[in-house]
Each structure stands twice: as structure tokens, then as C-alpha cells.
């Protein structure tokens, strides 16, 4: 079997309806409404995402870091015209600081079945995760909306004051100023924050652990020039090479309870075919 008859049958053993769902939209013709019915069940009222749609976070209320999740999922369907954005965005003013953005987590996370990373202090800050991701992308599909405004001229002041990084914050550095409208203050800041950002990525492409590889920070082909073609080829390769025996791929970080392989599983498995065909290796 080739790659994708592979990666469907992993998905048919293990994964999620929502990521079946996004398969079968994405690589097989299937139906973008269906996966668009699915995320609606991961939204509550507040507008928020939560039951965990990201898997380390297993309760049902909502937390920032799940509208990333989201919106990722939107935007591979193009479908940011969905009333699932407006709610989102309403959830995000609801929770956001005074700066501009909105905390990694919530302290109400302490009330749920959650990975143990999942720790936050009373009263968190703005931070650049998920807050400059989202922004990212809401910027790529045109979307107004007021929360947009203070979250970009939060990223803007983060970035300025930025000299190191954490892998996550790098990587939602690059998802930003890779959409932001205003080209040449973000390739003025890339250009600034390059190096920055480089040291947050491991090359090592057989390094183990919890490690951030090129294509993580370039799942999809850039406007910035963060890395060449040959780092992205020897990654593509290696990526390409990690498929399992099942079919599936696998996250390199702890799975903390048997549930979680698989959920995280199945999303990374359409992560990974998405990659392999925006960079040509898979029919496009």
C-alpha cells in the first residue's frame, strides 16, 4: 500500500472521527461540512473549544491553546467564513489581558483531567502561545474582528522585546509574521529574530525526546526564508520515513495515559500527509 492507503488504514484502526473526517475531505474527495459538523461538537457555549479536542486537555470546558487546534483545522478546509470564528473570537475577548492576549491556560484547568504540564499561576499573562498563532492566521483569511487588533499590537510589543525563545513561542513567531499584513515590519523583525528562532530548532533529525524539527516550524511552505531547500528536503525525507508499520505517525512528546497516542495519533498522521503534499510528496 502506498503512503495514504497506509495513513487511512492507521485512521480507520485509531483515529477519531474528526481527523477520519478531515482525511477524507483532504486526501479522498470527502465531505468539508462533515468535518465542519464534527469541530462544531468540540465548542461550547462560550465559544471556546474544549472536550478535549487537544488531547493533553481532557475537559470539557474551554482553554485558549484549543481555538489554535481549531483554527488550524479551518483553515486546511478554508472555511474561516464558518460562524465557528466569530464565536471564537468573542471567547478570546472574553479572556484576554490587558495587554492584548490571551494566557497559555487557564486557571480553571486545575479543575480537569489534564497532562501534567498543563500548570498555570492565578492570574496568567498574555502569551505569544496561542495568541500570535491565532492572530497568524486569522490575518491569513482576511478576518476582522476587534479582538484581532490588540492581539496583533500585543504580538507586535512581544516580539520587539523578544532576544530568546521557547520552541512553541518560536513557532507561533513564525505563524504570525508569516501573515501579518504589514510585510515589511515582519520581515524587518524576522530578519531581526531569525537567529532567535534557529536556536529553538533541533537538525538533528534523529535526535529523541521532545524535540522541534524544521518542518514543525514549516509545516507548509513560507514566505520567510527561515530555512533551505536542502533542510527541508533531508526533513521531508525523514518525515516521510517515520511512518509506522500501522500507518500512522507518532508525537515525540510523553504520552501520559494510553487514550492520548492515538487521538494525538490520528491528528498528527493528517498533520504529516498535509506536509508531504504542500512540499510535492504526495499528490497534490
Keep these: 500500500m502506498d503512503v495514504l492507503d497506509r495513513a487511512e488504514q492507521y ?36 465559544g471556546g473549544f474544549g472536550h478535549a479536542l ?30 465557528l470564528v466569530p464565536a471564537a473570537c468573542k471567547y478570546l475577548s472574553s479572556i484576554t489581558k490587558g495587554d492584548g492576549g490571551v494566557p497559555f491556560v487557564l486557571p480553571s484547568v486545575r479543575d480537569t483531567v489534564r497532562a501534567p504540564w498543563w500548570e498555570t499561576e492565578d492570574d496568567p499573562p498574555g502569551n505569544l502561545v496561542p495568541t500570535a498563532s491565532v492572530a497568524g492566521l486569522l490575518h491569513k483569511h482576511a478576518v476582522t474582528h476587534p479582538w484581532l487588533d490588540a492581539a496583533t499590537d500585543f504580538c507586535w510589543s512581544k516580539l520587539y522585546a523578544a532576544k530568546e525563545f521557547q520552541p512553541y513561542a518560536a513557532r507561533a513567531a513564525v505563524t504570525f509574521l508569516n501573515w501579518v499584513p504589514d510585510r515589511g515590519r515582519a520581515e524587518s523583525e524576522f530578519a531581526r529574530l531569525r ?15 521532545h524535540v522541534h524539527f524544521p518542518l514543525d516550524f514549516a509545516p507548509q511552505p513560507l514566505r520567510l526564508p527561515l530555512f533551505t531547500q536542502d533542510v527541508l528536503d533531508a526533513g521531508l525525507d525523514a518525515m516521510q520515513a517515520a511512518q509506522s508499520p500501522d500507518g500512522g505517525w507518532s508525537g515525540n512528546w510523553l504520552m501520559w495515559t494510553p487514550l492520548v497516542e492515538h487521538e494525538w495519533g490520528g491528528h498528527l498522521t493528517v498533520a504529516r500527509l498535509k506536509t508531504l503534499r504542500a512540499y510535492g510528496r504526495l499528490p497534490g
Design 54 to 83: 487537544e488531547p493533553d486537555l481532557r475537559g470539557p470546558g474551554s482553554q485558549p491553546e484549543p481555538v489554535e487546534v481549531a483554527f488550524w483545522i479551518l483553515d486546511e478546509l478554508d472555511a474561516f467564513d464558518s460562524p
Design 11 to 46: 485512521l480507520h484502526h485509531h483515529g477519531r472521527l474528526i481527523d477520519r473526517l478531515r482525511f477524507e475531505a483532504l486526501f479522498r474527495g470527502g465531505s468539508r461540512a462533515r468535518v465542519l459538523d464534527a469541530l462544531r461538537c468540540y465548542q461550547n457555549e462560550d
Design 195 to 209: 537567529d532567535a528562532i534557529l536556536a529553538t530548532v533541533t537538525f538533528d533529525l534523529k535526535a529523541s525526546g
